[in-house]
């Protein structure tokens, strides 16, 4: 399924696809999961850095959002050694939390309007500008399924596409 373009936002989740770090592991997967249902497009960046390496289509950009988060002392660390928690979510650059967080904005009716950029109080500081955008997504997503997002929807097909079926 296509991202909705509705959703302007930038959304980057700093995660890790480490099955042994069970806890960040399903709590990042729940964040994406959400996402997922919502159809929003959204920059995964894996923090276990042999994926990164493996990554060619990404790595490189994964890097560069940890790097400016480093930079910028936005990423969030627990305790005296400094571990990074994970999930971390960011949406236009702002960190809203973890998966929890995320779906606290989902159940107060918050998420939408800053994912559709209607907050006039959300500042707006993108992580990767012109990296991993929707754009790309849409094209990429469009190379393997041969959707096209400047279609228009005609009305009269159902859900499954199926033309000329009235149920009047």
Same mark, same amino acid.
């Given at each position: 399924?296509?991202?909705?373009?509705?959703?302007?936002?930038?959304?980057?989740?700093?995660?890790?696809?480490?099955?042994?770090?069970?806890?960040?592991?399903?709590?990042?997967?729940?964040?994406?999961?959400?996402?997922?249902?919502?159809?929003?497009?959204? !920059?995964?960046?894996?923090?276990?850095?042999?994926?990164?390496?493996?990554?060619?289509?990404?790595?490189?950009?994964?890097?560069?959002?940890?790097?400016?988060?480093?930079?910028? %002392?936005?990423?969030?660390?627990? %305790?005296?050694?400094?571990?990074?928690?994970?999930?971390?979510?960011?949406?236009?650059?702002?960190?809203?939390? %973890?998966?929890?967080?995320?779906?606290?904005?989902?159940?107060? %009716?918050?998420?939408?309007?800053?994912?559709?950029?209607?907050?006039?109080?959300?500042?707006?500081?993108?992580?990767?500008?012109?990296?991993?955008?929707?754009?790309?997504?849409? !094209?990429?997503?469009?190379?393997?399924?041969?959707?096209?997002?400047?279609?228009?929807?005609?009305?009269?097909?159902?859900?499954?596409?199926?033309?000329?079926?009235?149920?009047?």
């Amino acid at each position: 399924v296509p991202p909705d373009t509705r959703y302007k936002a930038e959304v980057v989740i700093l995660l890790t696809t480490l099955g042994a770090k069970r806890t960040e592991y399903n709590a990042g997967k729940r964040a994406k999961d959400l996402l997922e249902i919502k159809r929003v497009h959204f !920059k995964p960046v894996d923090f276990n850095r042999l994926a990164r390496e493996g990554a060619a289509d990404t790595g490189e950009a994964e890097n560069v959002a940890i790097q400016r988060l480093l930079t910028e %002392g936005k990423l969030q660390t627990s %305790g005296e050694n400094g571990d990074v928690i994970l999930p971390q979510i960011f949406i236009d650059g702002q960190y809203i939390g %973890g998966a929890e967080a995320l779906q606290d904005m989902e159940d107060d %009716g918050k998420l939408d309007e800053v994912l559709e950029r209607r907050d006039p109080n959300w500042k707006i500081d993108e992580i990767l500008p012109g990296m991993m955008t929707i754009e790309q997504s849409l !094209k990429e997503y469009a190379k393997y399924t041969g959707y096209d997002s400047d279609e228009d929807y005609d009305s009269a097909d159902d859900e499954y596409g199926d033309e000329g079926i009235n149920p009047t």
